[in-house]
């Protein structure tokens, strides 16, 4: 994703175009990318786009849509039991953590958080919540409540990532 709302695909050693295509209405900035079996999943400050690997809207959803829908910056899929729910967050605290259903493509729930989101992602069974001011907290999709919460950094965390019961943090 790029700062003009696009996203491109490109293959072979040369790095050749393979696809590219306008992921938001509006033209803000695409903040986090993930892949799906279905397409692509690209997220900006106020919307979730959905489109097949071709490009094509499958499924778009704004703050008109979703008034929780402000200040995001970062989504993440929910585990293995929820493989069609992903898990949007951002820089708005009023927000909360937002559940979208990709088979519906509706909110279904909203998880209150009064934190400021900077990353989010998951296991198998977690997720975990990067925070602005540099902690950590450990989600559960099941009951939608914090399990656990450290302080990784004493800064804010820019990206981190988790495998079975190890999670990294930069």
Do not use: W
């Not at 696809?19 to 919307?47: C, F, K, M, Q």
């Not at 559960?140 to 919460?149: K, Q």
């Amino acid at each position: 994703g790029d700062s003009y709302a696009r996203v491109s695909s490109y293959y072979g050693g040369s790095l050749s175009l393979y696809s590219r295509y306008t992921a938001n209405i509006g033209g803000l900035p695409v903040n986090d990318i993930l892949t799906h079996r279905e397409g692509i999943l690209s997220l900006n400050e106020d919307s979730l786009h959905f489109a097949n690997r071709r490009g094509v809207t499958m499924m778009n959803l704004t703050s008109v849509d979703v008034a929780a829908f402000s200040g995001l910056r970062s989504m993440c899929f929910g585990g293995a039991e929820y493989v069609n729910h992903v898990y949007c967050a951002g820089t708005n605290p009023n927000s909360g953590i937002v559940r979208i259903d990709l088979n519906r493509g509706t909110p279904s729930s909203v998880i209150s958080y009064p934190h400021k989101v900077k990353h989010m992602c998951s296991n198998n069974k977690v997720i975990s919540v990067g925070k602005q001011t540099g902690g950590v907290d450990i989600l559960d999709p099941r009951s939608n409540s914090v399990v656990r919460t450290f302080s990784a950094h004493s800064g804010t965390i820019s990206s981190m990532d988790s495998k079975d019961y190890t999670l990294v943090t930069v």
